[in-house]
């Protein structure tokens, strides 16, 4: 299982070739006698999934990802289950370790949501499954749909009734108790500026991709900068880029403002970038605005006025917190619901426990999780310092109980 617990899902996508076979005009619109589309969402493990047709197969699971500059379908298998007219093999590079990957991309697709259809919208198709992300989620995940949902409409997602509320711009109006927030629109994602203050009392003015298809609060690129005086942890793996595993480290900034928002002691990743990825930045940038944050309002993008909406929710005020057991699990077997150890952090508490990478959790306190979602069993893990708890393990065809106590690790 390569596709870690802390999940770094900004998919940075560096095309290599020319794709001027794909339409210019590639957006999504709404049918004409509605002036307003709902349409429900699942939150699963910090990722906005929808259900989509392509080419009148399916429905399909794609995360919506606003750092995404193109459609991208994870799922290999489904060359052969949609009618593609036209492909061709590109190289990609992305943030990770390994070298690059290779792909198809595909000219335009019919893709349709209930009242929502698209125009001249290509996609990369994988060519091999590189990231696990069903196993991830515990639910099949296909791929994911970015810049091309978001160009053309307006887009409010509420994370308290798990619904996408979806305009024209010319049918929007802004309600009350929402604060608007200037965006940038470039290279086919948005970003935002945001005030920081760092634990030297540093304050810096950083440009941040907001990307709601990261699962961590805030990474900040060039984690060489950061190295001295700061309380880290070091992570031979913070999550998956396009081409293998991100290494960096963990840590905590003071304070970051968004519009006339503060956070303070955010969780914050420091990814390390080679130079020669970062040279392939298109458009520079101090880092990455993901869910952790933006899931505490309901949150409107508005790309036409280069506008980002926030409406405060109840969650706006809860800690930013980091898993405590050092365990790193995936769904797998029959319909993914085997919870299955894949890493153990050395030193941790799981470690200190005896827990081992392809042990399986059965039961937590009691309850078996074959009835919990993962980001219930997430939440267990990252709940309260000092927490003890009961794992039920299966390892070696013998049944174990194991004694765990959770530790603020950062």
């Known amino acids: 299982m390569r596709l ?33 589309v709902t349409i429900p969402f699942k939150l699963i493990r910090n990722m906005v999934v929808v259900k989509l047709m392509i080419n009148n197969n399916g429905p399909y699971n794609f995360i919506l990802d606003t750092g995404v500059g193109l459609m991208v379908i994870t799922e290999p298998k489904l060359v052969d289950s949609i009618d593609i007219s036209y492909k061709k093999t590109v190289q990609l590079y992305g943030l990770g370790d390994g ?38 989620a515990g639910t099949p995940i296909h791929g994911l749909l970015g810049y091309e949902f978001f160009n053309n409409l307006v887009v409010e997602i509420d994370f308290t009734e798990y619904e996408l509320n979806i305009w024209r711009p010319k049918d929007f109006r802004p309600g009350r108790k929402i604060h608007k927030v200037p965006i940038t629109i470039e290279n086919r994602k948005p970003y935002v500026e945001a005030n920081l203050v760092f634990p030297d009392g540093t304050k810096k003015t950083s440009k941040l991709v907001v990307d709601i298809g990261a699962g961590h609060s805030l990474s900040l690129e060039d984690a060489t900068k950061h190295e001295q005086g700061y309380p880290k942890l070091k992570m031979a793996n913070l999550g998956m880029g396009f ?24 969780l914050t990743a420091f990814p390390e970038i080679d130079a020669f990825k970062r040279e392939r930045l298109i458009t520079k940038r101090d880092g990455n605005l993901g869910l952790g944050i933006l899931k505490r309002f309901t949150v409107t993008f508005n790309y036409h006025d280069h506008a980002m909406y926030l409406k ?71 709940s309260r310092n000092n927490r003890s708890m009961v794992l039920e393990i299966f390892r070696n065809k013998k049944y174990q109980n194991v004694f765990l106590v959770l530790k603020r690790r950062i």
Do not use: W
């Open 312 to 382: 405060p929710t109840q969650r706006l005020g809860d800690p930013f917190e980091h898993d405590m057991s050092g365990l790193e699990f995936f769904a797998g077997g029959p319909g993914l619901k085997h919870i299955i150890i894949s890493r153990v952090e050395p030193g941790s508490s799981a470690d200190d426990a005896g827990l081992q990478k392809d042990d399986e959790i059965l039961s937590i306190n009691l309850m078996p999780v074959s009835g919990m979602s993962l980001e219930e069993i997430d939440a267990f893990f990252k």
């Open 4 to 36: 870690k617990c802390f999940v770094l899902i900004s998919f940075t996508l560096f095309l290599l070739v020319c794709v001027s076979f794909i339409a210019d005009a590639q957006s999504f619109d709404i049918a004409d006698h509605k002036k307003r």
């Open 99 to 136: 070298e690059s990957l290779e792909a198809y991309i595909v000219s335009a697709l019919n893709i349709t949501m209930p009242d929502v259809y698209s125009t001249g919208v290509g996609a990369v198709i994988f060519k091999e499954d590189h990231f696990g992300l069903s196993n991830y």
């Open 243 to 266: 081409t293998g595993p991100i290494s960096g480290f963990l840590s905590r900034i003071n304070r970051i403002d968004i519009g006339k928002f503060k956070f303070r002691n955010v």
